[in-house]
Nanobody, 122 residues
Framework: QVQLVESGGGLVQAGGSLRLSCTASSGHTLSTDAMGWFRQAPGKEREFVAAINWSGDTRHYADSVKGRFTISRDNAKNTVYLQMNSPKPEDTALYYC??????????????WGQGTQVTVSS
């Protein structure tokens, strides 16, 4: 069972920047997995944010974050990142990482972490 741990969330001003991290606490190696970031705001459905393939050379973004957020990975550190630049108040949510299934972009994700809260102030 893969256990993912997200970190890096917090309070950030609109227009600032924040970097989220996701790593596996169970000793699982993420280097062969596609990975994704999702978010869920209060009263809303969980939504896709970004995905990255196993090698890091292919990325996929939701239109709402394209050009502002960047997903990346460091397989040597077993960590996936989400760089959030110019966040907006509507980006406020609980952010989760997950392991992607087969195919690109993955249609299924699993092994969800507990999430890290991001709050963007105006």
């Amino acid at each position: 069972q893969v256990q993912l741990v997200e970190s890096g969330g917090g309070l950030v001003q609109a227009g600032g920047s924040l970097r989220l991290s996701c790593t596996a606490s169970s000793g699982h190696t993420l280097s062969t997995d596609a990975m994704g970031w999702f978010r869920q705001a209060p009263g809303k459905e969980r939504e896709f944010v970004a995905a990255i393939n196993w090698s890091g050379d292919t990325r996929h973004y939701a239109d709402s974050v394209k050009g502002r957020f960047t997903i990346s990975r460091d397989n040597a550190k077993n960590t996936v990142y989400l760089q959030m630049n110019s966040p907006k108040p509507e980006d406020t949510a609980l952010y989760y990482c997950a392991v992607g299934g087969t195919g690109w972009p993955p249609s299924l994700f699993g092994s969800w972490g507990q999430g890290t809260q991001v709050t963007v102030s105006s």
